[in-house]
């Protein structure tokens, strides 16, 4: 069973523009979640998909989006990128909503902003 | 608003000993904890799943415990090896069913 899938794996972009991260889940898995990691801030929650309905989201400004399509496979958009955005952009995916559904992640996107 | 804390920051023991990493949450009230390993540059490997019902959870030399009325999580490495050295990462689901990460402990255990 092939696991969470990231694409890309690196980006590089320059400020003011925009970017779109993808993600495909375990197959099955109806939940998608995403997060980012800095070094200072650690990981933090960015927003959460459950059958193409954003159920949850954390503390961000609107420059950060996401979707997630009728197959489950999910993207986020960032846009007018800033200095501070640089980061790796974790997805996460499980079977449900429930309480007791371990989470998988993909390895990440790498995302420098110059 | 839930915090999770763990402490040490970073931890260095030689192979063979057992050791043990902490995790505290400020609110009670959670659906579930879980450990997770990450190593440099990738993603997130879940270790052990405790739920809110539960005191424990074992896996090979894994064992994690849950103490909800004080707040705290420990994970216990049994007889650590070279392979153990990562960060170990808790996170509580609570709330909107959110999962909040702790900072981690960077682990390295030396040869």
């Known amino acids: 069973k092939a696991g969470v899938t990231q694409t890309p794996r690196y980006l590089i972009k320059t400020r003011g523009q925009q970017v779109t991260l993808s993600c495909s889940p375990i197959s099955g898995h109806r939940s998608v979640s995403w997060y980012q990691q800095t070094p200072g801030q650690g990981l933090q929650f960015l927003f959460e998909y459950f059958s193409e309905t954003q159920r949850n989201k954390g503390n961000f400004p609107g420059r950060f989006s996401g979707r997630q399509f009728s197959n489950s496979r999910s993207e986020m958009n960032v846009s007018t990128l800033e200095l501070g955005d640089s980061a790796l952009y974790l997805c996460?995916?499980?079977?449900?909503?429930?309480?007791?559904?371990?989470?998988?992640f993909g390895s990440g996107t790498q995302l420098s902003v110059l | 608003k839930q915090e999770v804390t763990q402490i040490p920051a970073a931890l260095s023991v030689p192979e063979g000993e057992n050791l043990v990493l902490n995790c505290s949450f400020t609110d009670s009230a959670i659906y579930n904890l879980q450990w997770f390993r990450q190593d440099p540059g990738k993603g997130l490997t879940s270790l052990l799943l405790?739920?809110?019902?539960?005191r424990e959870q074992t896996s090979g030399r894994l064992n994690a415990s849950l103490d909800k009325s004080s707040g705290r999580s420990t994970l216990y490495i049994a007889a650590s090896q070279p392979g153990d050295s990562a960060t170990y990462l808790c996170?509580?689901?609570?709330?909107?069913?959110?999962?909040?990460f702790g900072t981690g402990t960077r682990l390295k255990v030396l040869a």
């Open positions: 996460a995916s499980s079977l449900d909503l429930v309480s007791h559904e371990k989470l998988f």
């Open positions: 996170a509580v689901r609570s709330g909107t069913y959110k999962y909040i």
């Open positions: 405790i739920q809110s019902s539960q």
